[in-house]
């Protein structure tokens, strides 16, 4: 036997093939486990409140307080240069219980410098103190047509006098007919005459001056709603200021508007007079009032009258103779115009 024969048989008889040399694997590293994450909740856009606005501007939109003095001695020294009258007439119109009497008052309070009460009103359902169911539900009210003379001593009056007439209400047999209105500006209406809402005044009537002077015309025309009913007026009660609006225009009657009742309209203003023209919310009802009748801005004054003071206070006052003195102003022009 050949000895390679004997060495391949020496070696598969006693021993096995090597195993080659063991590789050791890294060891497994255990990862953390996966902590999920809570939904990323997307929040709303921070919106920035809007600016507090103030009620009142910081300023008066109108003075008034600081010319009270020179208004006041204006009107108490007022005379007319037209020789044909003695008084200037001024002629309150507006709606029931708009507070007309009340400014009378206010005015006579003013002139004597103390709470005069001479126009009696009524404070639970106006001015009227004679009245039937209206039609419409409200009052039918029966007024005297009455000038208010205001007495500047024993013997002598102020050279200016206020009629008071009946008030519109809706209905057309409710409230003053428009065509008396229109006769009481052109001075066919004599003092003392009732008014009847379902009749008119026609010439012939008792209480129809057929005959008017100068003086018994109206020379300057006021009307008077409450600053809080500004929004609320109907159209009906609208057309009727229109129709005597016109008739006055028509006679070229200067035409200005006070807003009552400030106080009540606006707690601020009841707070304190001097906010009456600081108020925003006073501005606009002016500013309504402007576009429903037409009137210039500088035409509508507000008016807070006396009715539960009893004594003066100097901001309600200035109000008052601001609104008395552009009065006797635009009445003075027109006494002025007729002149000419």
């Not at 169911?133 to 500047?152: M, N, P």
């Amino acid at each position: 036997m050949s000895s390679e024969c004997l060495y391949f048989t020496a070696m598969g008889a006693g021993s096995s093939t090597p195993s080659p040399p063991d590789v050791s694997r890294p060891p497994v590293v255990s990862r953390p486990p996966v902590v999920s994450r809570p939904p990323v909740v997307s929040r709303p856009p921070v919106v920035s409140s809007p600016p507090v606005v103030s009620p009142l501007f910081e300023d008066p939109w109108r003075e008034v307080s600081a010319k009270y003095q020179d208004n006041l001695k204006f009107v108490k020294s007022y005379k007319p240069q037209n020789n044909q009258v003695k008084h200037l007439r001024i002629l309150l119109h507006g709606i029931f219980g708009a507070g007309k009497l009340s400014f009378i008052n206010s005015v006579d309070s003013v002139l004597k410098d103390r709470i005069a009460g001479r126009a009696l009103t009524d404070a639970v359902s106006g001015p009227s103190f004679t009245k039937k169911v209206c039609t419409t539900g409200t009052t039918k009210t029966a007024l005297r047509y009455k000038t208010f003379k205001f007495s500047r001593g024993p013997e002598s009056t102020y050279s200016f006098v206020i009629n008071d007439i009946m008030g519109f209400e809706e209905g057309s047999d409710c409230g003053v007919p428009v065509e008396d209105v229109k006769l009481a500006l052109r001075g066919h209406v004599e003092e003392g005459y009732k008014f009847n809402p379902e009749r008119g005044l026609t010439e012939g009537d008792i209480g129809y001056n057929s005959h008017p002077t100068v003086e018994d015309k109206v020379h300057v025309l006021v009307c008077v709603v409450p600053v809080g009913s500004v929004s609320l007026l109907s159209d009906e009660i609208v057309k009727k200021m229109r129709k005597v609006r016109l008739a006055a225009s028509e006679l070229d009657i200067p035409q200005l508007a006070i807003l009552t009742k400030v106080d009540e309209a606006c707690p601020e203003a009841a707070g304190d007079s001097r906010n009456i023209y600081k108020s925003r919310y006073l501005k606009e009802q002016v500013d309504k009032f402007h576009m429903l009748l037409g009137l210039p801005l500088n035409c509508i004054f507000l008016v807070k009258n006396y009715d539960k003071e009893t004594e003066l206070n100097e901001g309600m006052s200035a109000v008052t103779v601001c609104a008395l003195r552009q009065m006797v102003l635009f009445g003075d022009d027109f006494l002025n115009n007729l002149e000419t």
